[in-house]
T-cell receptor
Framework: EAGVVQSPRYKIIEKKQPVAFWCNPI?????LYWYRQNLGQGPELLIR????????DSQLPKDRFSAERLKGVDSTLKIQPAELGDSAVYLC???????????????FGPGTRLTVL | GQQLNQSPQSMFIQEGEDVSMNCTSS?????WLWYKQDPGEGPVLLIA?????ELTSNGRLTAQFGITRKDSFLNISASIPSDVGIYFC????????????FGKGTRLSVIA
């Protein structure tokens, strides 16, 4: 079974430029997560989707970040315009379903390493 | 927001030695998880703990969910070179659907 696929793996851009990351979750997983991982830190949640609905985007900086999951399968995370502080690894994860009182394992993709110059 | 304090930040050990790392929180967690991240990859789940006091093993790895629900530890016995990587603790708070919170990681280096 294929894992979570992310592209590109690396991206270098100049500040103020736009950038987009793509994620294809594991087939059948209806929950999709975008995380940001700064150097030397653990991942931090940006947004969580249940199918095509964003159910938790409280940590997404909405002035410059946007995300979509139009058909409830793959997803795109966009930054426009990028700032120097956006340099980080952007991880996508998926899980099969979400129960309020239980934990369902999140499977992570390899991430996209973004460098903003 | 909830924060996890993970220690140590880094460890250098000889192959064959045992390793212990821990994680503490200022608030109660319902679930404790331990992940390992290799360079250029995403975290991979090692052990999940769901009940206070629970002790769970996965091969040479053993983890426990603290009785107070505010801490957890991970032990690795008889370390081998492929244990090298960054180990993260993570947890879910007591409110339903709270996001997964990660510690800052413990970087493990194994000297052959």
């Amino acid at each position: 079974e294929a894992g979570v696929v992310q592209s590109p793996r690396y991206k270098i851009i100049e500040k103020k430029q736009p950038v987009a990351f793509w994620c294809n979750p594991i087939s059948g997983h209806n929950t999709l997560y975008w995380y940001r991982q700064n150097l030397g830190q653990g991942p931090e949640l940006l947004i969580r989707y249940e199918n095509e609905e964003a159910v938790d985007d409280s940590q997404l900086p909405k002035d410059r970040f946007s995300a979509e999951r139009l058909k409830g399968v793959d997803s795109t995370l966009k930054i426009q315009p990028a700032e120097l502080g956006d340099s980080a690894v952007y991880l996508c994860a998926s899980s099969p379903y979400t129960l309020i009182s239980s934990y369902n394992e999140q499977f992570f993709g390899p991430g996209t390493r973004l460098t903003v110059l | 927001g909830q924060q996890l304090n993970q220690s140590p930040q880094s460890m250098f050990i000889q192959e064959g030695e045992d390793v212990s790392m821990n994680c503490t929180s200022s608030s109660i967690f319902n679930t404790w998880l331990w992940y390992k991240q290799d360079p250029g990859e995403g975290p991979v789940l090692l052990i999940a703990l769901y009940k206070a006091g629970e002790l769970t093993s996965n091969g040479r790895l053993t983890a426990q969910f603290g009785i107070t629900r505010k801490d957890s530890f991970l032990n690795i016995s008889a370390s081998i070179p492929s244990d090298v990587g960054i180990y993260f603790c993570a947890g879910h708070g007591i409110s339903g659907n709270t996001p997964l919170v990660f510690g800052k990681g413990t970087r493990l280096s194994v000297i052959a």
